[in-house]
Protein backbone atom coordinates (compact mmCIF):
# COMPACT_ATOMS: atom_id res chain seq x y z
CA UNK A 1 0.00 0.00 0.00
CA UNK A 2 2.89 2.26 1.01
CA UNK A 3 4.44 1.43 -2.20
CA UNK A 4 1.28 1.83 -4.34
CA UNK A 5 1.01 5.56 -2.90
CA UNK A 6 4.60 6.69 -3.31
CA UNK A 7 3.97 5.78 -6.89
CA UNK A 8 0.68 7.56 -7.26
CA UNK A 9 2.47 10.65 -5.60
CA UNK A 10 5.59 10.25 -8.04
CA UNK A 11 2.94 10.36 -10.93
CA UNK A 12 1.37 13.13 -10.25
CA UNK A 13 4.57 15.41 -10.20
CA UNK A 14 4.48 17.99 -12.71
CA UNK A 15 6.79 17.22 -15.46
CA UNK A 16 7.89 17.97 -18.99
CA UNK A 17 6.86 14.91 -21.02
CA UNK A 18 7.75 14.78 -24.82
CA UNK A 19 6.84 13.18 -27.74
CA UNK A 20 8.97 12.20 -30.25
CA UNK A 21 13.28 11.75 -30.85
CA UNK A 22 15.11 14.47 -31.05
CA UNK A 23 17.83 14.52 -33.43
CA UNK A 24 19.34 16.90 -35.92
CA UNK A 25 16.19 18.16 -38.03
CA UNK A 26 13.58 16.70 -35.91
CA UNK A 27 10.28 18.29 -34.29
CA UNK A 28 8.80 16.92 -31.32
CA UNK A 29 5.76 18.14 -29.36
CA UNK A 30 5.63 18.27 -25.64
CA UNK A 31 3.51 19.40 -22.49
CA UNK A 32 4.04 20.93 -19.35
CA UNK A 33 1.85 21.98 -16.48
CA UNK A 34 -0.44 24.30 -18.28
CA UNK A 35 0.60 28.08 -16.95
CA UNK A 36 4.62 27.02 -17.29
CA UNK A 37 6.70 29.00 -19.06
CA UNK A 38 9.91 27.41 -21.17
CA UNK A 39 12.79 28.00 -22.63
CA UNK A 40 14.69 25.90 -25.00
CA UNK A 41 18.67 26.71 -24.59
CA UNK A 42 17.88 29.68 -23.12
CA UNK A 43 15.17 30.91 -25.73
CA UNK A 44 11.71 31.38 -24.86
CA UNK A 45 9.18 28.16 -26.20
CA UNK A 46 5.31 29.14 -26.93
CA UNK A 47 3.14 27.16 -24.64
CA UNK A 48 -0.58 26.84 -25.40
CA UNK A 49 -3.19 26.90 -22.46
CA UNK A 50 -3.27 23.47 -22.29
CA UNK A 51 0.45 23.41 -21.93
CA UNK A 52 1.30 21.77 -25.45
CA UNK A 53 3.93 23.02 -27.17
CA UNK A 54 6.63 22.38 -30.28
CA UNK A 55 10.40 22.32 -30.54
CA UNK A 56 12.84 21.51 -33.23
CA UNK A 57 16.27 21.12 -33.97
CA UNK A 58 18.32 22.45 -36.61
CA UNK A 59 20.00 20.28 -39.61
CA UNK A 60 23.16 21.48 -37.85
CA UNK A 61 22.06 21.45 -34.16
CA UNK A 62 24.53 20.47 -31.03
CA UNK A 63 24.35 17.01 -29.16
CA UNK A 64 22.43 18.40 -26.55
CA UNK A 65 19.80 20.96 -25.52
CA UNK A 66 18.55 21.95 -22.48
CA UNK A 67 14.53 22.36 -21.57
CA UNK A 68 13.46 24.43 -18.41
CA UNK A 69 10.25 25.52 -17.47
CA UNK A 70 9.11 27.18 -15.19
CA UNK A 71 5.83 26.41 -13.09
CA UNK A 72 3.12 28.97 -12.10
CA UNK A 73 4.72 28.79 -8.36
CA UNK A 74 8.16 29.19 -9.55
CA UNK A 75 9.60 25.83 -9.55
CA UNK A 76 11.91 24.72 -12.52
CA UNK A 77 11.57 21.75 -14.57
CA UNK A 78 14.73 20.55 -16.51
CA UNK A 79 14.79 18.02 -19.41
CA UNK A 80 18.21 17.67 -21.10
CA UNK A 81 17.94 16.50 -24.65
CA UNK A 82 20.57 14.05 -26.23
CA UNK A 83 20.70 15.32 -30.02
CA UNK A 84 20.93 12.46 -32.25
CA UNK A 85 23.48 13.35 -35.38
CA UNK A 86 22.43 12.88 -38.97
CA UNK A 87 24.66 11.23 -41.54
CA UNK A 88 24.07 13.52 -44.75
CA UNK A 89 24.34 12.53 -48.28
CA UNK A 90 27.88 14.42 -49.14
CA UNK A 91 29.16 14.57 -52.43
CA UNK A 92 32.56 15.80 -53.65
CA UNK A 93 33.40 17.58 -57.17
CA UNK A 94 36.99 18.68 -56.87
CA UNK A 95 37.29 20.15 -59.78
CA UNK A 96 34.13 22.39 -60.08
CA UNK A 97 33.95 26.22 -58.44
CA UNK A 98 31.63 26.68 -55.84
CA UNK A 99 29.23 29.31 -57.56
CA UNK A 100 29.59 31.35 -60.53
CA UNK A 101 29.45 35.44 -59.92
CA UNK A 102 25.68 36.44 -59.62
CA UNK A 103 24.47 38.96 -61.90
CA UNK A 104 23.68 42.50 -61.28
CA UNK A 105 19.86 42.09 -61.95
CA UNK A 106 20.29 38.89 -59.57
CA UNK A 107 21.25 40.85 -56.75
CA UNK A 108 18.82 44.00 -57.64
CA UNK A 109 15.76 41.24 -57.38
CA UNK A 110 17.44 39.17 -54.84
CA UNK A 111 16.86 42.12 -51.64
CA UNK A 112 13.41 42.55 -51.69
CA UNK A 113 12.44 38.80 -51.99
CA UNK A 114 14.56 37.86 -49.19
CA UNK A 115 13.22 40.68 -47.66
CA UNK A 116 9.47 39.33 -48.53
CA UNK A 117 9.95 35.91 -47.45
CA UNK A 118 11.82 37.46 -43.69
CA UNK A 119 8.52 38.98 -43.27
CA UNK A 120 6.33 36.12 -44.02
CA UNK A 121 7.94 34.28 -41.35
CA UNK A 122 8.30 37.01 -38.59
CA UNK A 123 4.37 36.78 -38.73
CA UNK A 124 2.65 34.55 -35.86
CA UNK A 125 -0.83 33.02 -36.34
CA UNK A 126 -3.22 30.84 -34.54
CA UNK A 127 -3.28 27.94 -36.48
CA UNK A 128 -3.00 24.57 -35.03
CA UNK A 129 -1.66 22.21 -38.01
CA UNK A 130 1.84 22.22 -35.37
CA UNK A 131 -0.86 19.46 -33.43
CA UNK A 132 -1.44 17.32 -36.54
CA UNK A 133 0.48 14.46 -38.02
CA UNK A 134 1.92 15.78 -41.15
CA UNK A 135 0.69 14.46 -44.58
CA UNK A 136 3.02 14.69 -47.72
CA UNK A 137 1.71 18.01 -50.07
CA UNK A 138 2.21 15.58 -52.87
CA UNK A 139 2.99 11.67 -53.55
CA UNK A 140 5.82 10.57 -55.74
CA UNK A 141 10.02 9.57 -56.23
CA UNK A 142 11.93 12.10 -54.24
CA UNK A 143 14.73 13.16 -55.85
CA UNK A 144 16.63 15.17 -53.50
CA UNK A 145 17.09 14.85 -50.00
CA UNK A 146 16.73 17.48 -46.75
CA UNK A 147 20.29 18.29 -45.82
CA UNK A 148 22.37 16.53 -48.57
CA UNK A 149 25.76 19.06 -49.67
CA UNK A 150 28.51 19.48 -52.07
CA UNK A 151 31.61 20.24 -51.65
CA UNK A 152 33.00 22.27 -54.18
CA UNK A 153 37.21 22.06 -55.03
CA UNK A 154 37.13 21.95 -50.56
CA UNK A 155 34.56 24.70 -50.36
CA UNK A 156 31.00 23.68 -48.97
CA UNK A 157 28.26 24.17 -50.65
CA UNK A 158 24.46 25.61 -49.04
CA UNK A 159 23.16 22.31 -48.09
CA UNK A 160 19.60 21.39 -49.54
CA UNK A 161 17.24 22.84 -47.32
CA UNK A 162 14.26 21.19 -48.30
CA UNK A 163 12.81 17.93 -49.47
CA UNK A 164 12.40 17.53 -53.08
CA UNK A 165 9.52 15.43 -54.53
CA UNK A 166 9.50 14.88 -59.11
CA UNK A 167 6.01 14.89 -60.37
CA UNK A 168 4.58 16.44 -63.99
CA UNK A 169 3.92 20.34 -63.97
CA UNK A 170 0.11 20.33 -63.10
CA UNK A 171 0.48 17.54 -60.32
CA UNK A 172 -1.96 19.26 -57.83
CA UNK A 173 0.58 20.12 -54.01
CA UNK A 174 -1.96 19.91 -50.91
CA UNK A 175 -0.96 21.53 -47.43
CA UNK A 176 0.72 19.08 -45.54
CA UNK A 177 -1.52 20.20 -42.26
CA UNK A 178 -3.42 22.94 -40.96
CA UNK A 179 -2.61 26.79 -41.64
CA UNK A 180 -2.52 30.02 -42.83
CA UNK A 181 -0.89 31.11 -46.03
CA UNK A 182 1.79 33.94 -45.01
CA UNK A 183 3.11 34.53 -48.60
CA UNK A 184 2.12 33.80 -52.24
CA UNK A 185 4.44 35.35 -54.61
CA UNK A 186 2.65 37.15 -56.72
CA UNK A 187 5.50 36.97 -59.58
CA UNK A 188 7.89 34.22 -59.96
CA UNK A 189 11.03 34.70 -57.47
CA UNK A 190 14.71 34.41 -59.04
CA UNK A 191 15.46 31.22 -57.15
CA UNK A 192 12.38 29.50 -55.96
CA UNK A 193 9.70 30.45 -58.90
CA UNK A 194 6.16 31.08 -57.79
CA UNK A 195 6.71 30.90 -53.73
CA UNK A 196 4.08 29.34 -51.19
CA UNK A 197 4.39 29.79 -47.64
CA UNK A 198 1.91 28.28 -44.87
CA UNK A 199 2.23 29.13 -41.19
CA UNK A 200 1.29 25.75 -38.91
CA UNK A 201 1.50 27.67 -35.58
CA UNK A 202 4.04 28.19 -33.00
CA UNK A 203 6.85 29.27 -35.30
CA UNK A 204 6.94 26.36 -37.89
CA UNK A 205 6.40 27.23 -41.29
CA UNK A 206 6.36 25.44 -44.52
CA UNK A 207 7.01 26.68 -48.06
CA UNK A 208 6.68 25.26 -51.43
CA UNK A 209 9.05 26.33 -54.07
CA UNK A 210 8.80 26.12 -57.88
CA UNK A 211 4.91 25.55 -58.68
CA UNK A 212 3.02 26.56 -61.95
CA UNK A 213 0.18 27.99 -59.94
CA UNK A 214 -0.85 29.44 -56.32
CA UNK A 215 -4.57 28.40 -55.84
CA UNK A 216 -4.47 30.64 -52.50
CA UNK A 217 -4.04 34.24 -51.09
CA UNK A 218 -2.13 35.33 -47.94
CA UNK A 219 -4.78 35.36 -45.09
CA UNK A 220 -6.70 32.51 -46.38
CA UNK A 221 -6.68 29.61 -44.03
CA UNK A 222 -5.90 26.40 -45.40
CA UNK A 223 -6.99 22.13 -44.19
CA UNK A 224 -4.63 19.70 -44.11
CA UNK A 225 -5.26 18.07 -47.73
CA UNK A 226 -6.62 20.99 -49.19
CA UNK A 227 -5.57 22.02 -52.81
CA UNK A 228 -3.14 25.04 -52.73
CA UNK A 229 -1.25 24.91 -55.66
CA UNK A 230 0.34 22.54 -58.62
CA UNK A 231 4.12 21.56 -59.42
CA UNK A 232 6.01 23.21 -61.91
CA UNK A 233 9.66 24.27 -62.83
CA UNK A 234 9.33 27.80 -62.49
CA UNK A 235 12.59 29.74 -60.65
CA UNK A 236 15.86 27.89 -60.54
CA UNK A 237 14.76 24.01 -61.48
CA UNK A 238 16.40 22.11 -63.86
CA UNK A 239 13.28 20.34 -64.26
CA UNK A 240 9.29 19.80 -62.62
CA UNK A 241 9.16 19.40 -59.05
CA UNK A 242 7.96 20.39 -55.45
CA UNK A 243 10.57 21.65 -52.94
CA UNK A 244 8.70 21.66 -49.71
CA UNK A 245 10.77 23.41 -46.63
CA UNK A 246 10.27 23.79 -43.26
CA UNK A 247 11.49 25.94 -40.42
CA UNK A 248 10.76 26.14 -36.77
CA UNK A 249 11.53 29.50 -36.38
CA UNK A 250 15.63 29.62 -37.31
CA UNK A 251 15.91 26.20 -37.26
CA UNK A 252 16.31 23.98 -40.89
CA UNK A 253 13.89 20.85 -40.51
CA UNK A 254 13.34 17.51 -42.01
CA UNK A 255 9.84 17.40 -43.48
CA UNK A 256 10.44 13.69 -43.93
CA UNK A 257 10.78 13.36 -40.49
CA UNK A 258 7.25 15.20 -40.23
CA UNK A 259 5.23 13.32 -42.94
CA UNK A 260 6.66 9.97 -42.39
CA UNK A 261 7.48 6.94 -45.09
CA UNK A 262 6.56 8.29 -48.83
CA UNK A 263 3.17 6.32 -49.10
CA UNK A 264 3.10 3.83 -52.01
Given at each position: ?19 G ?10 R ?25 F ?19 L ?62 G ?17 A ?6 V???T ?13 L ?25 L ?29 G ?14 DP ?9
Open positions: MIVLAAALLLAAQPAITLDTPGQGAAMTGVPPGATLTLNGQPVAVAPDGAFLIADRDAGPAATLLATLPDGRPVRTLAIAPRAWRIERLPTLPRVSQPSAEFQRRRAPELAQIAAARDEATDAQGWRQRFVWPVTRISGLFGSQRIYAGEPGYHSGVDARPGTPVVAPADGVVIAAPTPFTLEGNLLMIDHGMGLNSAFHLSRIDVKPGDRVAQGQVVGAIGATGRATPHLHWSMKWHDARILLLAGAMPH
